[in-house]
Each structure stands twice: as structure tokens, then as C-alpha cells.
């Protein structure tokens, strides 16, 4: 998610849900190479809503957890 000069990511979340988000300020670091998430505590929980909540249902990208964990559906 990108809002401003910030960007969030979670890497890998299929494999592991729990994973943290992590955060670049690309004004300053545009190789987004220092994770600033626990510096900026506040911008990670407004981030974190965003991906909650901004998401459009695809039948193209159906892909979730349990489907990406057991692709044969057992």
C-alpha cells in the first residue's frame, strides 16, 4: 500500500498470516532498505486498516491462505 511518501508491505502472508507489516518512508529511502515500522506506530495501524479494508473481490485472484497452503483442497 502506498499513501504519500509511505509504503506498507507484508511479504509472504499466504505462507504465514501473522506476518508484520513492514514500512518505508520512500522520500528518504526510495531502496526501501530501513524498515521505519516501529518508529512510526501510528502510520502502521492507519496502513494496516488500509489493507484490511481496501480490497476488490476477483475471480481471477481467488487465492487465499488455505488455498495457497493446500492447492488440492485436502
Known sequence: VRKGDWKAVKYKVLKESSRTLELYNLKEDIGEENNVAEEYP????????????????SKVFTFNQSTYLNPDGQ
Do not use: G, N, Q, W
Open 42 to 57: 501510528d502510520i502502521v495501524r492507519e496502513m494496516e486498516e488500509i489493507l484490511k479494508t481496501a480490497r476488490t473481490p
